[in-house]
T-cell receptor, first 113, second 119 residues
């Protein structure tokens, strides 16, 4: 069975600083990887996904993540964060052919002015 | 774009009563919906997969008689927490997959969640 580990439960950074949220997964088969963002008292919104092809995927709001098969990682990065990026971020994995997602524990990103 | 609507957003009920939560896909048909539970400051745990026209598939450890799921139409799935107790208090989130291409290729769309408080 697959699993997802987000190494940092909380990440505080200053506004306009770069940030990296770490995600590692384990699976015995091919996987599809996702990052979701959750704002307070809301559901989840898809931020970006890796299905195949280029290992570097980008979102429309400046986030990017790189799939590294050898390190079984899918870290999320942004070169310059904004106050509005304050949220909980979840990494998730779906095994080849499976419909359901398995989520990591989440990382709370706090942006300080 | 595709939207998943969940209702109610908040509900408070007394111990022993039952509560129904609705999950609707607003502009697409969803043959499969998923119900998640999220405890404070924790991740989402998949409870069950709701299949239109057939029985739901429950994850290990989830009581099917406690959490009744009905997926009677292609746009509506309901989760009923029966005989609720304080330990059932949690944030429940539904999701649906936009039926485009292979199942794993289309992302999940999530509802805004229902915060259940059992007193």
């Amino acid at each position: 069975a697959q699993s997802v580990t987000q190494l940092d439960s909380q990440v505080p950074v200053f506004e306009e600083a770069p940030v990296e949220l770490r995600c590692n997964y384990s699976s015995s088969v091919s996987v599809y990887l996702f990052w979701y963002v959750q704002y307070p008292n809301q559901g989840l919104q898809l931020l970006l996904k890796y299905l195949s092809g280029s290992t570097l995927v980008e979102s429309i709001n400046g986030f990017e993540a790189e799939f590294n098969k050898s390190q079984t990682s899918f870290h999320l990065r942004k070169p310059s964060v904004h106050i509005s990026d304050t949220a909980e971020y979840f990494c998730a994995v779906s095994e080849d052919g499976a419909q359901k997602l398995v989520f990591g524990q989440g990382t709370r990103l706090t942006i300080n002015p | 774009g595709a939207v998943v609507s969940q209702h109610p957003s908040r509900v408070i009920c007394k111990s022993g009563t039952s509560v129904k939560i609705e999950c609707r896909s607003l502009d697409f048909q969803a043959t499969t919906m998923f119900w998640y539970r999220q405890f404070p400051k924790q991740s989402l745990m998949l409870m069950a997969t709701s299949n239109e026209g057939s029985k739901a598939t429950y994850e290990q450890g989830v009581e099917k008689d406690k959490f009744l799921i009905n997926h009677a139409s292609l746009t509506l799935s309901t989760l009923t927490v029966t005989s609720a107790h304080p330990e059932d208090s949690s944030f429940y989130i539904c999701s649906a997959r936009f039926p485009q291409g292979a199942s794993y290729n289309s992302p999940l769309h999530f509802g805004n969640g229902t915060r259940l408080t059992v007193t």
